[in-house]
């Protein structure tokens, strides 16, 4: 189903993990959307330009034509609660223009969930701009008790270190 966030629209899409095959596999929606295909799989990243860019992970599609039919880096965004979020793109040619798309990952707690936010034809090409947006999208889907505990959790993490310890955050 098409939603709306600050003037752009996205369309939401529910993978859940097959453990047998390691594959994240598209679950049934209201509306079909054939820009991603029906099984993903998550890869350490091999070429170094995409580790530069910050994506040590990409998701991609099956082989079609001896070519990837999905591909993106998954550049780490935000952790909130049991969830942690990643950013990344997809491409098309339009009129004979590359038009970028962007698409925001959310990974449950235990990974076997994955929600796509895919913004078709929107993209936010300054990296701050795009951070920004990423940040405030997260923000306005995250439950409101998520985010208070969170920010009680970030306060006890600031008293903390005030007082000299070292604390660290799980990744």
């Known amino acids: 189903m098409k939603k709306m966030f600050n003037s752009s629209v996205y369309v939401e899409l529910t993978y859940k993990l097959n453990s047998a095959t390691g594959r994240y596999e598209k679950q049934p929606g209201i509306m079909p959307f054939s820009k991603l295909p029906y099984e993903l799989r998550i ?73 796509l936010y895919y913004f078709n034809l929107f993209y936010k090409n300054n990296w701050a701009a795009r951070k920004k947006f990423v940040e405030a999208f997260i923000l306005s889907i995250t439950p409101t008790e998520i985010l208070i505990e969170e920010y009680k959790t970030m306060q006890s993490i600031a008293l903390l270190k005030k007082r000299g310890f070292t604390v660290t955050r799980p990744e």
């Open 43 to 115: 890869e350490s990243t091999q070429k170094t330009h995409i580790v530069r860019q910050g994506a040590k992970r990409i998701i991609t599609g099956r082989l079609k034509n001896k070519k990837k039919a999905f591909f993106t880096g998954l550049i780490p965004a935000i952790a909130i609660g049991e969830s942690y979020y990643c950013l990344g793109n997809d491409y098309e040619f339009v009129q004979g223009e590359k038009k970028n798309s962007l698409i925001i990952f959310k990974f449950s707690e235990n990974s076997e969930c994955l929600t």
